[in-house]
């Protein structure tokens, strides 16, 4: 199974930009779909963005679409989640996760995937 590392968190201001990577262990990152969620203090975890296994699908939370954008590299083992113009909103422990299975399945919804990052904080200031 794969296993994920998150890093590029910290604290911006808003109009600030990010850049999120995730780095899997394992030879069969490639077969993985790989996506991106959140979960903001007090509330639940939801889904942020995710990618096909070669990277040309891709689907978006609509609240970020137009500013975000995932992208994965199979010969690095890494996904992406490049972030622009950041919203206090934008606020939150943002997790990479990993699935067999693609983003269209109730897999996802559910927050039922094969792998979870430790996650990292991104914390946009007014």
């Known amino acids: 199974q794969v296993q994920l590392v998150e890093s590029g968190g910290g604290l911006v201001q808003a109009g600030g930009s990010l850049r999120l990577s995730c780095a899997a262990s394992g030879r069969t990152f490639s077969s993985y779909f790989m996506g991106w969620f959140r979960q903001a203090p007090g509330k639940e975890r939801e889904f942020v963005a995710a990618i096909g296994l070669s990277g040309t699908f891709t689907n978006y939370l609509g609240s970020v679409k137009g500013r975000f954008t995932i992208s994965r590299d199979n010969a690095k083992n890494t996904v992406y989640l490049q972030m622009n113009t950041l919203k206090p909103e934008d606020t939150a422990v943002y997790y990479c996760?990993?699935?067999?299975?693609?983003?269209?399945?109730?897999?996802?919804?559910?927050?039922?995937?094969?792998?979870w990052g430790q996650g990292t904080l991104v914390t946009v200031s007014s």
């Open positions: 996760a990993a699935d067999r299975f693609p983003s269209t399945d109730s897999r996802w919804s559910r927050g039922a995937l094969d792998a």
